[in-house]
């Protein structure tokens, strides 16, 4: 009777020990919804590189473009169990996406569960070198009288720069045109030929520009100034009462067990205490941020109750 019974235990037994093995030998993906090269690629990439050796398996980049970070989302939401799967995004496909339109695919709040934010960023107001202005109040006058030249280009309709661009033109109290573009390179090459006047980006992508004296930018959106630049001034300072980040966070999908997100969550966060981390951030013309599930968890809902309400206001519509 014994060598049934002890058969059968240890054939349990080396089961469990394949199905521990193949799921540590499985690959981690994090799923990026914009093409390489870009700012939030680029953070997945540098966290990626440090994350496989803490884990001592792969870590895999995926490029999930389209809808404007959409599809991205939506993958990550219907990855299964056994695919541990993260999903890098950012306030346009966690906070706008769902706001704007009647499907968007998911809810943030339902099917994701926040792991840990990694990085923040400002945005800039930049103008092109035909626009007769160096500093942010004469730039609102000269709008107020050629109102013919008050258009803002923006990467993307829906975008964070768009919702900061129509809360600057409120502030100032012009009345402007949002002109969305498909991406930072594109309208970039229309505010250096003077096709866009002013452009609202992200600061680091405005600031190689900048440096290069082809465009000017004018104020950076953080409540203090950049230490990539210090010598341009914020919107307060400029008499703007206005200030705004945006950011990019880990999230994981609630097929995935709520401890196996903390422990990814615990090894982030050493990723991003690690001073060649920082350094590749800093680097990358990014901020780096330490920040553990509760702490992310705390910054979303914040961010949520500051940006919905602007949101909704504008009656943006897709």
Same mark, same amino acid.
């Given at each position: ?54 884990? #001592?398996?792969? %870590?895999? &980049? ?8 959409? $599809?991205? @989302?939506?993958?990550? *939401? /219907? ?48 103008? #092109?070198?035909? %626009?007769? &202005? ?8 000269? $709008?107020? @009288?050629?109102?013919? *030249? /008050? ?168």
């Amino acid at each position: 009777m014994w060598k049934p019974l002890a058969t059968s235990a240890l054939t349990a037994v080396l089961a469990l020990c394949a199905t521990l093995a193949h799921a540590q030998d499985t690959p981690l993906r994090i799923v990026v919804g914009y093409a390489p090269g870009g700012a939030t690629d680029r953070v997945a990439r540098i966290v990626a590189d440090k994350l496989g050796s803490k884990l #001592g398996t792969p %870590v895999i &980049v995926e490029n999930k473009t389209g809808a404007g970070g959409r $599809l991205s @989302a939506q993958a990550v *939401k /219907a990855a299964p169990a056994n695919q541990p799967t993260l999903l890098l995004a950012n306030p346009a496909v966690m906070l706008v996406a769902p706001l704007v339109f009647p499907d968007a695919g998911y809810d943030p709040e339902r099917d994701f569960r926040p792991v840990s934010h990694v990085n923040s960023y400002e945005f800039g107001l930049a103008v #092109g070198s035909a %626009v007769p &202005v160096k500093e942010l109040p004469h730039l609102m006058a000269w $709008l107020r @009288a050629n109102p013919d *030249k /008050a258009n803002f280009g923006v990467p993307a309709t829906g975008s964070l720069p768009h919702f900061f661009g129509l809360m600057v033109g409120d502030a100032a109290k012009v009345r402007a045109e949002v002109v969305g573009y498909r991406g930072s390179a594109p309208l970039l090459n229309d505010l250096l030929g003077g096709q866009i006047p002013v452009a609202f980006d992200t600061f680091d992508t405005l600031l190689p520009q900048h440096e290069a004296g082809k465009i000017r930018i004018l104020a950076v959106s953080s409540a203090k100034r950049s230490p990539l630049d210090p010598k341009i001034p914020t919107f307060k300072e400029s008499g703007m009462d206005l200030a705004a980040t945006g950011w990019n966070t880990f999230f994981a999908p609630m097929s995935m067990p709520k401890a196996q997100a903390e422990r990814l969550s615990g090894l982030i966060v050493e990723v991003m205490k690690d001073p060649d981390t920082q350094r590749k951030f800093e680097t990358a013309k990014m901020e780096p941020v330490v920040a553990t599930m509760a702490q992310t968890e705390a910054m979303l809902k914040a961010y949520r109750a500051q940006w919905a309400p602007v949101v909704q206001r504008s009656g943006f519509k897709p």
